[in-house]
Each structure stands twice: as structure tokens, then as C-alpha cells.
């Protein structure tokens, strides 16, 4: 059978190319016990400019996660512990006065860095998120008059706790979806906590991580990935699964129409899209299959889905209504 | 002696009318005795309406005649001892009549009527007074009118009613019984037939193999190749029969399903020689996402493919049989 010969090419570059993600991993697995879909999908969220939204409870690693992964990728790391009384300026920096000669400079915050530890985003007031948020959607920052572009690749992994809500500033809906995908950090495996805890439990330094990314091997895989072929059979599955989560009785899902507030926004079909290219640039394929979609649906939907009144009466997640839809939306 | 006459006369006639005028008291006072003598002339008892029920009410009305001078009053008729009448409203008012020196007394009785039957109106006592408020007489009367009182339930009545005959259907029974029998027998027959008829619906439904389905559409779709259908599209063809195959087959979700979950379902329905169709699937994969493009004899091998993996998942099922 002959392939499109560009695809072929294609595919053999993007094996080439993604060899340092398999690198990048090796070193985590050092560190890291499991989470290999968290891992994943940072990769992903890396690999296509987005930003990750992990929720879990606290102890699963994430922090460890984040800073082995900005570690191993050769990147500059900040870990942003968001308070109460935190301010705009405590993040983006501020302009400081020089009394030797008498002006004002400009002192940039912790987001200047590559990978940002949001930790505990809801814990700030509202202007210090959309102020963290804005610097997301624009990758650049101001500082009194002047303008400053952030560091390339610049990735938000912000954390929030399921669990606790009491002091907590819980984020509007137009902020929560500028991230790309919201990870649900579960908890390790029997096996996967008897490893962490017999590595964990013990006086010796952990192992070093080695940088093993080359400055440019991001840049190359980003052209890569936008070389990716969409066919258009897999278009329409993509738009048809962001338009059941709006109008689900047009896929035969009248059930759900009761149990959705409001769907998936426009975003959601572009992420939706981007993150398949990224993972099927992790399968070293040249192509997006249906099975790409479906693999990256859930963490790319589930924060775009509201689900409505009946739906938190029947303790109804926005997992289960994305299952319904993939279930329901006939692949090409 | 015409003249002593009209004398006489004429003195006669005089002393007729002085006799007349001084007799005059005396006869007003023997036309009316008791008047005369301070005593009640006239009692007179109405009752309105005389027949009523249980519950409502009467007026009763009492005229009493006497002198001018005299004041009436009514003992006996109170709450107490109007039993089973209960007296509601009362009213007096007194009137002069034609007859010089004679009144009219009018006392109006409103009774609420309790009991069952006859019911007399109670005795009561007239009273005459003088204008020193000093008793005169004192004259009891039983009045001989009665109300009949109806009672709203049953429990008064002291006979059995007659049992009304019952009613004579217009058409007899015995001629409906036929009709209806019919009517249910015709409707029975409807059921049992839309039962038979859905069995039936159901078995062929059952009996069409989906194997022989997938063959059938892989004939056809061979020979659309033959008569030049592009190979991409026959590849997309064939990858919906194979899908439409596996759903009905193995009872699986494969319409729905990418290629991976199909693999998982059927290694864990441990279906033999799911690889051939999953290479089947995977070849299709690669025409729709992956721009691929076979020629017109590879594409008739995937058909042949095709068919063999169909009949092979065939096989098992007729020996079963």
C-alpha cells in the first residue's frame, strides 16, 4: 500500500524528533512513581503552548511532578504559592524606585520563568488570578509602562484542592477554560505506593535529574506537530463531539439535555484538536485518528462542561456526560 | 183630644230618648262584659306556616283585646318553656280598634321547630294590669293550634316504602350477550395476531446472519470496485461493514468505537484471529486519517481478506448449531 509520501516522511521526522520526550520521561521515572498519564499530558500541554489545570488531593506528587519534569527538560522553574493576601504585583513584579538616580526600574515577578507551579491558584482573589490567567492568554507581561514577553515555552501547571473550598476564590468559568486541560491527579496504585514509599522513606539524597532536552528540540517538535495531517473526517468527529456537549438531543442523547448548564466553548474544539496532534505526536505518527480525540478528550472537556441542576441531583460528573457522548458520537 | 195626644206624644218621645242616652253606658258595657269588667275580651293564636321542617322556623301570632286603660303582658313564653319550640325574636306592639276604649295588643313570636309531628303550641297566661301596674286578671289559655313539624332523615318514617321494581333493560341481556362475546373474541383475535405477527418480525430479524449481511455487502461492494469506485472509498466502505459486522457479531460497540477499543473487546471476548481484523481495521485507519492511497488490487485483497475473516467467524457458529 502506498502512503502519502509526505506522511511517511513526516512520520519518521516526528519519531526522530520526539526521541527526547522519551528521554525527559526516563529521567521523571526516577523521581516519579506512576503518573504516567499527568506526565502525558504536561508533554501534550508543553508540546502545543497550552496550560494545565491539575486537580488532587495533596500528597500525589504534583509539585515533585512538575519540578522533575521542568528539571529534566532543561527549563526554568517557579513555584507560585498563592495566598490570600497575595497581590498582582507579588506575581508579575513591580517597578522599583533607584534613588541613585532617581528612577523608577522595573523588577520582573516569578512569572518569568518557563514552567510555573501555580500551586493553590484558588487561594488568591480574583485580580491576582486574572492576572496570572492574562499572562497565560498573552505570554506577556506589563510592568508600570513597559512591555515584556514571556520565555518560550512558557507553561502554567496550576494545582487546586478538590476538597477544601472553605477561603477559597473559586475560578470564574472564562478563566478556567484558557487552560487547555484539567488533569485529575488520582491516587498511586497498591504496587505504585509500596515502590514510592520504600524510595521515599529513606536518609540517601535522590537520584540527580540530567537536563536532556536541547534548547531547540521543543521549537522543532512545535513545527513538527503543525505539520500533523487532520483529515477531515477526523475535523468533523472533533467538532461533532464539542457540538453534542451543546445540543446532545442531535446525537441522540436527549437524556443529557436536562444535565448540561452549558457546553463546551469554541476553545475546547481548538484544544481539542491541538492536544491530538500532540499526542499523536507522542504515538510517532504523522496522523490524527479518532483514538487521539478520544484519548485527550476527557482532560480537555471536562472543565468546558457545566453540568446542570439534575445533573449534580443525580451526583452526575462531567466525566460521565463526556463518556455518554463519546459513546454516542459515531467515530469516521 | 188630637192636641193632649200630640202632647203625650211629643212628651213620650222625650223621655224615650232621655231613657235611650242614660241607658247608652250600660248597653256599650253589656255588649262588652269583660271590658267592662277590666277582664281580656278576645284571644286570638295564628301560626305561619303550619307545617314545616325540623329546624325552622314559625312566627306565631298572639291578638289580645282589652280596655283602653289596661296593660297586657304574656307569661309562659320564654326560652325555657317554649320546648321543642326555641324562641328566637319577639316583637309586641299594641294598636286602638274601631270600638271606642278597645286596644289591640299584637305580640309576634319568632320559634325555631325541633322535634317530629304535631307539635301544639305551648299554654301561656294573659295578664291585665291597670295603669298602677296592679294585676286585674289573670287568664291562662291553651291554644288549640299546632304545627306538624317534618323530620329530614328516615328515622321518623313507621313504615317500610314499597321496593321499586327494577328496571327492564330496553334489550334484553340474553341478546347483548352474543355482541359483547364478539367483541371480545374479534379483539382477541387482533392481540393474537399482532403477537404472532411481532414473533414472527422478531425470529427473521434473529435469523438474519450478520455474517451473511457482511457478505452479501461485500459482494456488492467488490464488484462497485470492479465498475471503477475510487479505492479510499471502498476502504471507508468496508471499514462500516466491518464495524456493522463486529456490533451485530459480537455484540460489541463498534460503530462508535476507534480501532483500539474494538481490539480490546474482542481479546477480551478471546475472539480467534482478531488480528486479521484488526489489520483489516487498521488499513482502513490508514485510507481515512492517514491519506493513505491503495490501488484498485489492494484493495480487492482487503476484500478477499475481508470475506475469509467473515467466514471463518461463521464457522464456529453452525457447528454450535
Same mark, same amino acid.
Given at each position: ?13 516526528? !519519531? ?12 521523571? #521515572? ?22 494545565? &489545570? ?5 500528597? &500525589?506528587?504534583? %509539585? ?31 517597578? /522599583? ?44 507581561? %506589563? ?24 477561603? %477559597? ?19 498511586? !496504585? ?11 522513606? !529513606? ?34 468527529? /472533533? ?15 436527549? #437524556? ?12 475546547? #474544539? ?5 492536544? #491530538? ?18 484519548? /485527550?478528550?476527557?482532560?480537555? &472537556? ?18 460521565? /456526560?463526556?463518556?455518554?457522548? &463519546? ?6 | 183630644?188630637?192636641?193632649?195626644? *200630640? ?20 248597653? =256599650? ?45 304574656? +307569661? ?5 318553656? $317554649? @320546648? ?25 313570636? +319568632? ?44 328515622? =321518623? ?28 373474541? $374479534?379483539?382477541?383475535? $387482533? ?17 438474519? *446472519?450478520?455474517? @451473511? ?46 480501532? @483500539? ?21 487498521? @488499513? ?22 475481508? +470475506? ?11 457447528? +454450535?448449531?
Amino acid at each position: 500500500m502506498k502512503h502519502a509520501v509526505e506522511l511517511e516522511e513526516l512520520g519518521m521526522r516526528i !519519531t526522530d524528533a520526539s526521541r527526547f520526550i522519551e528521554k525527559a520521561e526516563a529521567q521523571l #521515572s526516577r523521581r516519579v512513581i506512576g503518573q504516567h498519564v499527568v506526565i502525558r499530558r504536561i508533554f501534550i500541554a508543553m508540546l502545543v503552548n497550552g496550560h494545565v &489545570l491539575l486537580e488532587g488531593v495533596p500528597g &500525589l506528587a504534583k %509539585t515533585l511532578i512538575i519540578r522533575t519534569f521542568a528539571a529534566a527538560m532543561n527549563l526554568k522553574f517557579q513555584r507560585i504559592q498563592f495566598t490570600p493576601d497575595m497581590l498582582p504585583a507579588d506575581l508579575i513584579g513591580t517597578m /522599583i524606585y533607584n534613588p541613585k538616580d532617581l528612577e523608577f526600574y522595573p523588577r520582573k515577578g516569578p512569572v518569568f520563568a518557563n514552567v510555573i507551579l501555580a500551586d493553590e491558584i484558588n487561594r488568591s482573589p480574583a485580580k491576582v488570578q486574572s492576572a496570572l490567567l492574562e499572562a497565560m492568554q498573552e505570554r506577556q507581561v %506589563t510592568i508600570g509602562t513597559q512591555t515584556f514577553p514571556l520565555q518560550e515555552p512558557f507553561l502554567v501547571l496550576a494545582t487546586q484542592n478538590p476538597i477544601e473550598h472553605e477561603g %477559597t476564590y473559586v475560578l470564574p468559568e472564562a478563566q478556567v477554560d484558557r487552560f487547555m486541560m484539567k488533569v485529575l491527579v488520582d491516587y498511586p !496504585t497498591y504496587d505504585e505506593e509500596l515502590e514510592i514509599m520504600l524510595q521515599s522513606a !529513606t536518609n540517601a539524597t535522590a537520584a540527580p535529574i540530567i537536563p536532556v532536552v536541547q534548547p531547540d528540540d521543543i521549537a522543532r517538535a512545535r513545527a513538527l506537530i503543525d505539520l500533523i495531517y487532520v483529515d477531515p473526517r477526523v475535523q468533523r468527529y /472533533i467538532v461533532d463531539l464539542v457540538v453534542a456537549s451543546r445540543k446532545p438531543a442531535q446525537y441522540g442523547i436527549a #437524556s443529557l439535555e436536562a444535565m448540561i448548564e452549558y457546553g463546551a466553548s469554541p476553545r475546547a #474544539s481548538i484544544f481539542l484538536l491541538l492536544a #491530538s496532534k500532540a499526542h499523536a505526536f507522542l504515538q510517532h505518527r504523522a496522523y490524527i485518528t479518532p483514538e487521539d480525540v478520544k484519548a /485527550i478528550a476527557y482532560d480537555t &472537556l471536562r472543565h468546558r462542561i457545566r453540568p446542570g441542576y439534575e445533573a449534580e441531583a443525580d451526583n452526575i460528573k462531567p466525566d460521565d /456526560i463526556i463518556r455518554q457522548i &463519546l459513546q454516542h458520537v459515531q467515530v469516521p | 183630644m188630637n192636641g193632649r195626644f *200630640d202632647e203625650f206624644a211629643s212628651g213620650s218621645f222625650k223621655w224615650l230618648l232621655f231613657l235611650l242616652l242614660a241607658s247608652f253606658p250600660m248597653l =256599650t258595657v253589656s255588649a262588652f262584659p269583660d271590658a267592662a269588667a277590666g277582664a281580656v275580651s278576645a284571644i286570638t293564636v295564628t301560626v305561619t306556616p303550619d307545617s314545616v321542617l325540623v329546624g325552622d322556623r314559625i312566627h306565631c301570632t298572639i291578638g289580645v283585646r282589652h280596655t283602653a286603660n289596661d296593660v297586657v303582658s304574656l +307569661e309562659g313564653i320564654d326560652s325555657l318553656t $317554649v @320546648q321543642p319550640f326555641a324562641l328566637i325574636n319577639r316583637k309586641q306592639s299594641s294598636a286602638p280598634l274601631a270600638l271606642p276604649g278597645i286596644r289591640q295588643e299584637r305580640f309576634v313570636f +319568632e320559634l325555631a321547630v325541633f322535634g317530629s309531628g304535631w307539635q301544639p303550641i305551648p299554654p301561656f297566661t294573659v295578664v291585665l294590669r291597670n295603669s298602677e301596674g296592679k294585676v286585674i286578671t289573670r287568664e291562662a289559655c291553651k291554644p288549640s293550634s299546632a304545627v306538624f313539624v317534618r323530620a329530614l332523615t328516615d328515622s =321518623t318514617m313507621r313504615e317500610l316504602r314499597p321496593i321499586k321494581p327494577p328496571l327492564k333493560p330496553l334489550i334484553p341481556l340474553l341478546l347483548l350477550l352474543p355482541v359483547v362475546l364478539g367483541v371480545f373474541g $374479534v379483539a382477541g383475535l $387482533v392481540l393474537l395476531l399482532l403477537f404472532l405477527l411481532k414473533r414472527s418480525v422478531r425470529t427473521s430479524a434473529e435469523k438474519v *446472519d450478520p455474517c @451473511q449481511v457482511a457478505q452479501r455487502k461485500l459482494r456488492k461492494l467488490g464488484s462497485r470496485l470492479s465498475a471503477g469506485m475510487p479505492p479510499p472509498e471502498c476502504y471507508e466502505e468496508l471499514s462500516n461493514i466491518m464495524r456493522t459486522f463486529l456490533e451485530k457479531h459480537y455484540r460489541i460497540r463498534a460503530l462508535e468505537a476507534v480501532t @483500539q477499543e474494538i481490539e480490546r473487546d474482542l481479546k477480551k471476548l478471546g475472539v480467534a484471529g482478531y488480528e486479521s481484523i484488526m489489520n483489516l481495521l487498521a @488499513q482502513a485507519d490508514l485510507v481515512k486519517f492517514a491519506d493513505s492511497r491503495p490501488d484498485a488490487e489492494e484493495s480487492r485483497q482487503s476484500l478477499r481478506k475481508a +470475506e475469509e475473516v467473515i467466514r471463518s467467524a461463521r464457522i464456529p457458529n453452525i457447528s +454450535e448449531e
